[in-house]
């Protein structure tokens, strides 16, 4: 055995689960160990950010097989298609942050959002800042603790990113796309870009294009994401998984279910016969 350096010890196991702690609104902290294949290729609209704790984290990201090792650092980007298995035997343990990509822009102020090419990173401005959010999971984090540690990944996150110049001399009214995806946290049963253009003032298509570039995704799959998290608190609350759809917006089961799989990499059953760790 070995410490890890976030007040946890490594030993083996034989079961794959997830510990999943809330970081608060915006913000999710989880630790798993998986010691085979963890999940098939899916995206979500968060930032995925974390450290690898033991064993060798083996996934697809952007046309190449990444690993990654204990001690680095995982940074993927809202959006991205990625997948999830042991890239050794013995399995590996990781913890991850999802954090909202409006979290990363109310430090950055409007930025497009940081990129970090290839998913990994060993940088010694990063590796702190995520450690420094991911350390505790038996406790929640104090208000200023975490708002703290959200300004220092953002900065350190902006350090690394890859983004072209032309992508940042683009004018982008933050402004506008942010009402918008206030109004998308509400869950309104119909809602199209013209519905939003008509709440911001703004041509729906240039929206579209601000929307994504300050918070990673499209509107509408940042709607459908904002519906799964509802779904996901209804099935930990020992909700049917129909009653859970219906709830949450989706036109049925089977709907909710194609929408969870794409998002998470798992069933939800899968993910929820996980969430109770050994």
Not at 14 to 39: H, M, P, Q
Not at 52 to 64: A, I
């Amino acid at each position: 055995m070995r410490d890890t350096g976030l007040g946890v010890i490594d030993q083996p196991h034989r079961t794959n689960w997830i510990r999943r702690v809330s970081g608060g609104e915006g913000l999710e902290r989880i630790e798993a160990f998986f010691d085979g294949k963890g999940y098939e290729m899916h995206r979500h609209d968060t930032y995925a950010i974390g450290l690898t704790l033991s064993g060798v984290q083996s996934f697809h990201y952007r046309g190449r097989v990444r690993h990654g090792l204990a001690g680095g650092a995982l940074v993927l980007h809202p959006d991205e298609k990625h997948d999830g298995q042991a890239g050794t035997e013995g399995g590996f343990r990781y913890r991850m942050l999802y954090i909202e990509p409006a979290m990363i822009q109310a430090a950055l102020g409007g930025q497009p959002l940081p990129f970090v090419e290839g998913g990994l990173s060993a940088d010694a401005r990063l590796l702190p800042a995520i450690a420094r959010l991911l350390s505790g999971l038996d406790r929640a984090l104090d208000p200023l603790e975490r708002e703290d540690g959200v300004y220092d990944l953002a900065m350190a996150l902006a350090c690394l990113s890859k983004r072209g110049p032309e992508k940042a001399a683009r004018i982008i009214d933050h402004r506008s796309a942010e009402r918008a995806r206030s109004f998308l946290h509400s869950r309104p049963a119909a809602v199209d870009l013209g519905l939003l253009e008509r709440l911001t003032g703004r041509d729906r298509w240039s929206l579209s294009r601000d929307f994504r570039a300050l918070f990673g995704t499209s509107p509408y799959r940042y709607l459908v994401l904002r519906r799964l998290d509802d779904v996901r608190a209804l099935m930990r609350a020992g909700h049917p998984l129909a009653d859970a759809a219906a709830a949450s917006g989706f036109s049925d089961q089977s709907h909710m279910t194609r929408h969870f799989k794409s998002a998470f990499g798992l069933t939800p059953s899968q993910w929820l016969r996980l969430q109770s760790p050994p």
